[in-house]
């Protein structure tokens, strides 16, 4: 089978994890792909619906190899109304960025940033610069936070408007030390209250297949499952 796509140089992340990079766009207008199309980056990242087979059997003649799984998930705003708390909701500031960026780089190791394609530190890194990005509003538009007992940050989830009344979760996380109480919950209703603020009718979070803890919390506030992908990577010291 022969594929057709567009390879779209990602300029950030080749500058970010030092590694040139690129992505597949799949498109029945575009250029076969050969194998030195491939090889003219260090990586080439390709996300294919899970239904898609034969696409999925070409990439790995290719030398694409199985990197990691992903759901997609969307929660209607109104189902989960009666139980979003009418607190006010706390906003993350710049001087909270030093604790957000530990707590990311110590949460996010276990990601597709993972080696052999990359450095072992290299999901954390990413992890705590978009943190500070959602902080910034230079990415994700908002980090609400949940503290503890202690007034101190506890659990913390990124925000991005979409535009046509959706948002979508970036980032959630419970900070080390803080399990156990209820924070993921605590979380999503935060995230549910500020969409109900900015009359946001519809909540999109992706997250790995391999999170099952992450899954049972949004199918238990009510998010429904809308698509499942495989990523896939191609090095170029990957055999073909």
Not at 50 to 64: I, K, N, P, V, Y
Not at 104 to 130: C, I, K, L, N
Request: glycine share 6%.
């Amino acid at each position: 089978m022969s594929i057709h796509v567009n390879l779209e140089p990602l300029a950030w992340d080749s500058q970010f994890f030092g590694l040139s990079t690129a992505r597949l766009n799949f498109s029945s207008a575009a250029p076969v792909l050969t194998a030195a199309d491939l090889d003219r980056y260090a990586l080439v990242q390709a996300k294919v619906a899970a239904q898609q087979t034969a696409t999925l059997d070409a990439l790995s003649a290719l030398g694409f190899s199985l990197v990691e799984g992903e759901v997609d998930l969307q929660l209607a705003i109104e189902a989960g109304k009666a139980r979003i708390s009418a607190k006010p909701l706390m906003t993350a500031k710049q001087n909270d960025i030093p604790v957000l960026q530990a707590a990311a780089a110590r949460v996010f190791t276990a990601s597709r940033f993972r080696a052999p394609w990359y450095q072992a530190d290299d999901s954390g890194r990413f992890y705590a610069a978009w943190v500070e990005k959602a902080v910034l509003g230079t990415f994700d538009h908002e980090c609400l936070l949940i503290n503890n007992e202690h007034d101190q940050i506890a659990g913390f989830v990124t925000l991005r408007d979409m535009g046509r009344s959706e948002a979508r979760i970036g980032l959630l996380a419970t900070v080390p030390g803080n399990h156990h109480q209820g924070i993921g919950d605590k979380l999503m209703s935060a995230a549910q209250q500020w969409c109900q603020n900015h009359q946001i009718q519809r909540l999109r979070v992706a997250t790995q297949l391999s999170n099952t803890t992450a899954l049972r919390l949004y199918t238990r506030r009510g998010a429904m499952i809308e698509s499942t992908a495989y990523w896939l990577y191609r090095g170029q010291n990957d055999s073909i």
